[in-house]
């Protein structure tokens, strides 16, 4: 008996042993993270309160930030240190790339929302037995909708022309949903690849659209998941698709947008866009398969499509 309760003591004493280490690893986790975040509070407090000269460090934030200096605000601070970072980061990014490793002014920050917030014309018509779409962008839970109110004429056409033309991007998950109506459920459309990780966007849908001929129209303003959307069905579906117009932006990867309590927006690269076989496409754009200036694009794929 008394072997027993000595058994059951230990076993309860391991337990109680194994939870106090526990709570000791994670008030360490939560310790270093607040001595990180106070490493960063304890900078600025020093040098805005007890810096030689403020005016000279003043002057060192209007000269770094420019127009996202705000006059007399505490969190211009926190603004250099980004800035500081970012600028550092972008000497060893293309200058297409570093334009997205920034800091957006408070003027700048409400123009790019009331961008994001407008969404694009998104059409279907048919003509002469082929299905001609115009997608102006991918506006997060507008551009998939819009096309699925056409889903019968996208159901019964095999000839497709897609007008590209002009579209800047847009939305990933939007794209991806975009993508999802060529392919069958469960299929990788498309993937994000950085050095963290490799995101795989399939199609959690049965295929909507199939085709036997598919036309892209593009031109220098054809950007971003636009440009992913040529890349990926070039690559999935080969010659089945061809591209008329002329070369297109080069913008082949995502980017993360945050927004600070002061106004100010912080965006940077996150990941490259990439086909389902984890491949980008070049930062030079995507060379059309047959050149034609926009008057003569749709004319072109018209008979290209009639052949």
Do not use: W
Request: hydrophobic letters at 35%.
């Amino acid at each position: 008996m008394n072997a027993d309760k000595v058994k059951k003591q230990g076993k309860k004493g391991d337990g109680i042993y194994i939870f106090i280490i526990v709570i000791l690893v994670i008030f360490n986790i939560l310790m270093i993270k607040h001595i990180q975040s106070d490493k960063l509070a304890g900078l600025k407090e020093y040098l805005t309160e007890y810096y030689y000269s403020q005016e000279n460090l003043d002057g060192a934030m209007r000269k770094k930030l420019g127009d996202i200096y705000d006059e007399g605000s505490y969190g211009n601070f926190e603004n250099y240190v980004y800035k500081l970072v970012l600028d550092d980061i972008n000497q060893y990014e293309p200058e297409r790339l570093a334009e997205y490793n920034r800091i957006f002014s408070k003027a700048e920050s409400e123009r790019v929302e009331n961008l994001f917030a407008k969404a694009g014309e998104t059409t279907v018509t048919a003509e002469g037995g082929i299905c001609c779409i115009k997608l102006s962008d991918f506006t997060l839970k507008e551009t998939y909708s819009s096309l699925m109110q056409y889903s019968d004429l996208l159901k019964s056409s095999d000839k497709f022309i897609i007008d590209l033309r002009d579209n800047s991007g847009g939305s990933i998950d939007e794209l991806s949903k975009v993508l999802s109506l060529f392919y069958n459920k469960g299929e990788v459309v498309m993937t994000e690849v950085s050095d963290k990780e490799t995101i795989e966007h399939k199609s959690k849908n049965d295929k909507t659209i199939g085709f036997d001929k598919l036309v892209f129209l593009c031109n220098e303003n054809t950007a971003s998941s636009a440009e992913a959307m040529i890349f990926c069905m070039q690559s999935d579906f080969g010659n089945k698709v061809s591209v008329v117009g002329t070369k297109t932006y080069g913008k082949n990867f995502t980017y993360a947008f945050r927004k600070f309590s002061d106004g100010h927006d912080f965006i940077f690269v996150s990941s490259l866009m990439c086909n389902s076989r984890k491949e980008p496409f070049s930062a030079d754009g995507l060379m059309p398969d047959f050149e034609k200036t926009d008057d003569e694009s749709f004319d072109f794929a018209l008979e290209l499509l009639n052949k």
